[in-house]
């Protein structure tokens, strides 16, 4: 007896924000790996027509779109264009992310705390607010917001790691998450999202390290790997699992929640 595919995308069109690198290619290519036509946009043109070359190359489907995800025009005409070339969205995810150098609040410049709202938590709620439409005409839809362990816990081990802007952004990502979940389980539109903890191969960290010492690089490490129990951390493409189940039909019943992937960071 064929048994059914729960992850299977195969006709679906999935849009993830910051594909250019990072979480967000792993993301566009475990989603192509499973069916999707993935629409990678970023406003690293260059960087989202490479995540399509990497997909191609494997076989699947891809197209790159430029995006300013704090931008609502920006963030709408994106939308009307997929609206006229494809008619639909069934996965969202807003991945698209900054971090600035980590310092504590009464060190930290507005313009960092601005521009990293911005991003993390305006860009959610004006991507989301544009895809709706596609999702709510199309009868369903899954978005899959990127959260944080730092939205979380807190973490100082005597030195700044992460911004609070960062903390917050994540914290509001995680609320945002849960009541656009209620608004719209009804039309069959679920909402989820994952907080990662500690990943390498991407990006995000690079503002951050470039304003610490080498020392404080080294014990910047250190802390991840004392305090994470697995003793490491994670890669991207680890959370392309989890990505996919809250994606696909494998998750129909699932939504509001808040998954975290973070090697058992927050459990210690």
Same mark, same amino acid.
Request: net charge neutral; with cysteine; charged share 15%.
């Given at each position: 007896?064929?048994?059914?595919? +729960?992850?299977?995308?195969?006709?679906?069109?999935?849009?993830?924000?910051?594909?250019? &690198? =990072?979480? =967000?290619? &792993?993301?566009?290519?475990?989603?192509?790996?499973?069916?999707?036509?993935?629409?990678?946009? *970023?406003?690293?043109?260059?960087?989202?027509?490479?995540?399509?070359? %990497?997909?191609?190359?494997?076989?699947?489907?891809?197209?790159?779109?430029?995006?300013?995800?704090?931008?609502?025009? /920006?963030? @709408?005409?994106?939308?009307?264009? $997929?609206?006229?070339? +494809?008619?639909?969205?069934?996965?969202?995810?807003?991945?698209?992310?900054?971090?600035?150098?980590?310092?504590?609040?009464?060190? #930290?410049?507005?313009?960092?705390?601005?521009?990293?709202?911005?991003?993390?938590?305006?860009?959610?709620? $004006?991507?989301?607010?544009?895809?709706?439409?596609?999702? #709510?005409? !199309?009868?369903?839809?899954?978005?899959? !917001?990127?959260?944080?362990?730092?939205?979380?816990?807190?973490?100082?081990?005597?030195?700044?790691?992460? /911004?609070?802007?960062?903390?917050?952004? @994540?914290?509001?990502?995680?609320?945002?998450?849960?009541?656009?979940?209620?608004?719209?389980?009804?039309?069959?539109?679920?909402?989820?999202?994952?907080?990662?903890?500690?990943?390498?191969?991407?990006?995000?960290?690079?503002?951050? @390290?470039?304003?610490?010492?080498?020392? %404080?690089?080294?014990?910047?490490? *250190?802390?991840?790997? @004392?305090?994470?129990?697995?003793?490491?951390?994670?890669?991207?493409?680890? $959370?392309?699992?989890?990505?996919?189940?809250?994606?696909?039909?494998?998750? /129909?019943?699932?939504?509001? %929640?808040?998954?975290?992937?973070?090697?058992?960071?927050?459990?210690?």
């Amino acid at each position: 007896m064929d048994q059914p595919n +729960h992850f299977d995308l195969t006709g679906k069109v999935a849009l993830v924000t910051g594909a250019a &690198s =990072g979480l =967000g290619r &792993s993301f566009a290519r475990g989603f192509a790996q499973y069916g999707a036509e993935a629409i990678c946009a *970023d406003r690293d043109e260059a960087g989202a027509a490479e995540t399509v070359s %990497q997909i191609a190359s494997a076989g699947g489907k891809a197209r790159a779109m430029h995006v300013d995800v704090a931008v609502a025009a /920006s963030v @709408k005409a994106m939308a009307d264009r $997929l609206g006229q070339s +494809h008619g639909r969205i069934d996965v969202l995810v807003n991945n698209a992310g900054i971090s600035v150098p980590a310092r504590r609040v009464h060190e #930290l410049p507005l313009e960092d705390w601005d521009r990293l709202i911005a991003i993390n938590l305006t860009g959610v709620f $004006l991507c989301t607010r544009a895809v709706i439409p596609l999702m #709510l005409a !199309n009868g369903s839809g899954s978005i899959v !917001n990127i959260a944080s362990i730092i939205g979380i816990v807190g973490v100082y081990p005597g030195f700044p790691m992460v /911004s609070a802007a960062y903390g917050a952004a @994540k914290a509001g990502v995680s609320g945002f998450t849960r009541q656009v979940a209620i608004e719209y389980a009804r039309d069959n539109i679920r909402v989820n999202a994952i907080a990662p903890g500690w990943h390498g191969g991407t990006n995000l960290g690079a503002a951050t @390290k470039a304003a610490m010492t080498n020392a %404080q690089v080294a014990a910047f490490e *250190d802390t991840i790997l @004392k305090v994470t129990p697995m003793g490491r951390r994670g890669v991207a493409d680890e $959370l392309q699992g989890l990505a996919l189940f809250l994606a696909s039909p494998a998750s /129909s019943y699932v939504t509001g %929640q808040v998954f975290v992937q973070d090697g058992g960071w927050t459990a210690a």
